[in-house]
């Protein structure tokens, strides 16, 4: 049931407070500085208005959905590449699991 909730609040979250979640989350892991944070919160804000957009326009196919969510991330992760260091980058993607 409290999975339900959180799903349900994050939901209802701008785009902006989801931003916030996740950038507050790699500052920590990757020990962002105030720079860029800012950044990292432009293209997350950015990359999440995107998903959203995604799955309005093609949330009952499931197959474009992951192929436009795909290209999505892979975008974010090129911007992210070009504000981060190498180490950070690396840091990131282990992260992921990658």
Known sequence: ??????TQQK???TAEQK?????????TDLSLTD???AKVKV????KINKVTAA???????KNRLQAANKL????????LKGIVTEDQFN???SSKGH
């Open 91 to 93: 840091k990131y993607l």
């Open 43 to 46: 293209i997350t804000v950015d």
């Open 55 to 61: 799955h309005k326009k093609n949330g009952a196919d």
């Open 11 to 13: 939901s209802m979250m």
């Open 19 to 27: 931003a916030d979640e996740s950038v507050a989350r790699l500052k």
């Open 72 to 79: 999505i991330q892979d975008e974010y992760e090129t911007q």
């Open 1 to 6: 049931m409290a999975q339900a909730q959180t």
């Open 35 to 37: 720079d860029q944070v």
